[in-house]
């Protein structure tokens, strides 16, 4: 009977020590995709996230001139979502450094809008540079509006926020 209970003694202490393996690689794996979850939410990217959805409202103070535009945006209003052809003709008119203030971010900001139906495209902003040291690119799909001739056009407004 004495040797019944010692291999339930031992037993007991190989299941503690499995017990203790698994958890430390619980633990481990963890903090591994801790890290990595904390890398993929990286400044850079939240800030991406915003000015990607800022966009798509209208620019401050509404219906104003290009140059008394305060806080930049490109659709037509706030019930209208589509992007207003002649904000974009003011963006494009914006520096590096403009642009960065209108969009209110410490980062800088590349903005490159393609027109689907032929391909042509133009940016806004400065181009990223080779040697940034984080990129990230954000891709909106939009209808441009142009107010003038009433016309639309579908298009990716392609944001890229660098530092």
Not at 11 to 29: R, T
Not at 119 to 131: A, E, K, Q, R
């Amino acid at each position: 009977m004495s040797k019944k209970g010692q291999y339930f003694s031992f037993d007991a202490i190989i299941a503690s020590v499995i017990f203790m393996m698994a958890l430390v690689l619980l633990l481990s794996y963890w903090h591994s995709v801790k890290v990595f979850l904390d890398y993929q939410t990286s400044d850079v990217i939240k800030e991406s996230m915003r000015i990607a959805s800022l966009l798509f409202v209208p620019a401050y103070p509404e219906g104003v001139g290009c140059g008394s535009i305060q806080n930049l945006g490109f659709a037509v209003s706030w019930e209208d979502k589509r992007v207003d052809k002649e904000l974009l003709a003011c963006a494009y008119a914006l520096s590096g450094a403009e642009l960065k203030e209108k969009l209110g971010t410490p980062y800088n900001v590349s903005i490159t809008v393609t027109y689907l139906d032929d391909g042509t495209w133009f940016m806004i902003g400065n181009l990223v540079p080779s040697d940034a040291r984080e990129v990230v690119n954000m891709r909106r799909a939009a209808t441009v509006y142009g107010a003038s001739d009433e016309s639309t056009r579908l298009a990716t407004v392609d944001v890229s926020v660098y530092r």
